[in-house]
């Protein structure tokens, strides 16, 4: 079946970077875009950027340009997320989503991954 | 502060209908598609409503959405207890170009 698979929990001190991982399987890799959207604890969804797994070009939002980082792996059907210079209003459950076009549903998503952020 | 304003909660008892409202601008609801998602307890959000009023297979016709001008509605009839959970508008926006969430609205079933 159509799933994505996220990588586990992590926690990082202030200053570092954090890098998740999101394994797609059930569809062909490459015809779907894959965006990250984050929750603070207790706060509602915010949409961090998107990649195009075809040709690896990524957009980010405003908020995350320069410290965020999206890439992908073709031969594994991962997508990767790394955030930089980390800081405590980091900390949040980070979600990959998939969707059919640029701009259209995020119709599968993973099933998060908490990064903690504390020194 | 969310680009899309919803209200912060909305309640009904079993078998009400109950509608969530969603404002935006002409820059994102005024101009692209609306898409509306459940969020339970601790689970990842799930697709409900895309482009403005589609169902996704396996979702209930008790659940529609409608759009007019820069709002947008998500409607559930014959509310069920298992219809508790987080609703959450999105919609891209123009002039950030960026996907935009509301806020979201946690509905109580009484």
């Known amino acids: 079946q159509v799933q994505l698979v996220q990588s586990g929990a992590e926690v990082k001190k202030p200053g570092a970077s954090v890098k998740v991982s999101c394994k797609a399987s059930?569809?062909?890799?490459?015809?779907?875009?894959m965006h990250w959207v984050r929750q603070a604890p207790g706060q509602g969804l915010e949409w961090m950027g998107i990649i195009n797994p075809s040709g690896g070009s990524t957009s980010y939002a405003q908020k995350f340009q320069g410290r965020v980082t999206m890439t992908r792996d073709t031969s594994t059907s991962t997508v990767y997320m790394e955030l930089s210079s980390l800081r405590s209003e980091d900390t949040a459950v980070y979600y990959c989503?998939?969707?059919?076009?640029?701009?259209?549903?995020?119709?599968?998503w993973g099933q998060g991954t908490m990064v903690t952020v504390s020194s | 502060q969310s680009v899309l304003t919803q209200p912060p909660s909305a309640s009904g008892t079993p078998g009400q209908r109950v509608t969530i409202s969603c404002s935006g601008s002409?820059?994102?609801?005024?101009?692209?598609?609306v898409y509306w998602y459940q969020q339970l307890p601790g689970t990842a959000p799930k697709l409900l409503i895309y482009r403005n009023n589609q169902r996704p297979s396996g979702v209930p016709d008790r659940f529609s959405g409608s759009k007019s001008g820069t709002s947008a509605s998500l409607a559930i009839s014959g509310l069920r207890s298992e219809d508790e959970a987080d609703y959450y508008c999105?919609?891209?926006?123009?002039?950030?170009?960026?996907?935009?969430f509301g806020g979201g609205t946690k509905l109580t079933v009484l």
């Open positions: 989503a998939s969707s059919r076009t640029f701009h259209d549903a995020f119709d599968i």
């Open positions: 999105a919609a891209w926006d123009d002039s950030l170009s960026a996907v935009v």
């Open positions: 059930g569809y062909t890799f490459t015809s779907y875009y």
């Open positions: 002409s820059s994102n609801i005024g101009s692209n598609y």
